[in-house]
């Protein structure tokens, strides 16, 4: 994910070999890096360094990347500005419970989490607020890369500078339209604006966290 902010371009850093194998000189252009954090220790030394040459940080966090390995994961928190995860990540780190969940990685040092539902939507915290969205009702065709589609756009969004509640409708939108097409990139082609889609997103406030530490 290297100087990028449009969705299409927000791409994870490669997960291959020794990660200086990505240059500082690399880093340093950067205006946001994604660390594939299937490999926890791999992708701490990824982030500690992007952030060290001035890149925000953004992970997905995965289930069986994430279980049994609280430690690597409150590291990865800490080099993090934002982290995004899944119902399966959610259920692994804090039984199900998307609000603790965030509160955990908020107190490891996380900036924002967005915790994803599926159908139910997506929901996004900071220390300082809180947010849920849900999609307008549509057929689904292909969930298939619908995860990605919402963290690409809304780092996109984010790394632009706009709202945590702008981002997070940005992102349930292009992960409804993507929804809405077979395939993880066809609904990048597809013509249909996003706009309709963001329109249409229910958004509203929730209430702030009360257990970050």
Not at 44 to 63: C, F, Q, S, T, Y
Not at 75 to 87: E, I, K, M, P, Y
Not at 99 to 117: D, H, K, N
């Amino acid at each position: 994910m290297l100087q990028a902010p449009v969705v299409d371009d927000l791409r994870p850093a490669p997960h291959h070999g020794p990660n200086d194998q990505i240059s500082d000189d690399l880093l340093r252009t950067a205006r946001v890096v994604a660390p594939l954090a299937d490999d926890l220790d791999w992708a701490i030394g990824l982030a500690a360094r992007a952030r060290a040459n001035g890149a925000k940080v953004a992970v997905d966090l995965e289930p069986d990347a994430v279980a049994g390995r609280w430690d690597q994961v409150r590291t990865l928190a800490r080099h993090s500005d934002l982290v995004f995860c899944n119902q399966g990540t959610v259920q692994v780190l804090a039984d199900g419970d998307p609000a603790r969940c965030a509160e955990l990685l908020i107190s490891a040092g996380a900036r924002v989490v967005v915790a994803t539902g599926g159908r139910h939507g997506a929901a996004c915290h900071s220390r300082e607020e809180s947010w849920t969205a849900r999609g307008p009702e549509i057929d689904v065709v292909d969930t298939t890369g619908a995860g990605d589609a919402l963290a690409g756009a809304f780092t996109g969004s984010w790394i632009l500078g706009r709202s945590l509640a702008d981002s997070l409708r940005a992102g349930v939108a292009t992960a409804s339209l993507c929804v809405s097409h077979l395939g993880s990139r066809s609904y990048l082609d597809a013509g249909t604006g996003i706009e309709t889609y963001a329109r249409n997103v229910t958004l509203d406030p929730a209430p702030r966290l009360q257990g970050i530490r």
